[in-house]
């Protein structure tokens, strides 16, 4: 966990104490350790990692968790499938959620990995349930959402997964942002991205199996 975090600090994808990362503690379980509120992530050590269960309420005393908790504990709710997730407040994800627009398929990786458009969740306040609600409809049963004027999520079956999708969401985002300023940003044909959704199926079921 404090690797990861220390990983997306390096990356640029979060500032200061911004974002959050969290991973079940274990698989299809009802624990989550979150990295901390107000701990600069380019210092946190593993022992300021916090368990908290889906209640938020945490396993022993030690630092607060995460504002955004909810949201993390909402998407593990929603989603068995997924074991880490990463919110970032990365320069171009947050200009395309601040824009409100679906990133459309535009790169092949995108929807192999991601599982198609990357869509924008409703606006709700930070922190709270109702936000937590809307980024798991904007997610859905893909890998990466926009938050309105805010920023992004990223999910993944480890946290290894998670952070790569959140630089890929974050490339993603800024090329979708210049080609837009160009006017040229040409999705990916039709058919390609029903092969690529395909394949990304086939890599949630083959994890799914490889677990079972």
């Known amino acids: 966990m404090a690797d990861a975090a220390r990983r997306l600090a390096v990356l640029g994808l979060v500032t200061g104490s911004s974002g959050n990362v969290s991973a079940r503690v274990v698989p299809a379980g009802n624990l ?20 908290a269960d889906f209640e938020v309420e945490t396993v022993e005393d030690g630092l607060p968790p995460s504002s955004e908790s909810l949201l993390h504990a909402a998407i593990y709710v929603r989603r068995p499938d997924v074991e880490a997730v990463v919110h970032t407040h990365s320069t171009f994800a947050t200009v395309a959620a601040v824009g409100g627009d679906a990133i459309p398929p535009l790169v092949d990786e995108m929807v192999i990995y991601a599982g198609g458009a990357i869509e924008v969740s409703e606006y709700a306040f930070p922190g709270t349930q109702e936000l937590a609600d809307a980024v798991c409809d904007a997610l859905g049963p893909r890998n990466a959402a926009l938050i309105r004027n805010h920023g992004a999520v990223a999910v993944g079956r480890d946290l290894a997964e998670a952070v790569d999708l959140a630089t890929l969401v974050e490339r993603v985002a800024q090329v979708f942002v210049f080609t837009s300023l160009m006017g040229k940003a040409v999705e990916l044909p039709s058919e390609v991205v029903a092969i690529e959704k395909a394949l990304f199926e086939m890599r949630k079921t083959a994890s799914g199996e490889a677990e079972a």
């Not at 107000?38 to 368990?51: I, M, N, T």
């Open 32 to 51: 989550m350790a979150i990295t901390p509120a107000g701990k600069r992530y380019a210092e946190l050590e593993g022992g300021d990692v916090v368990v």
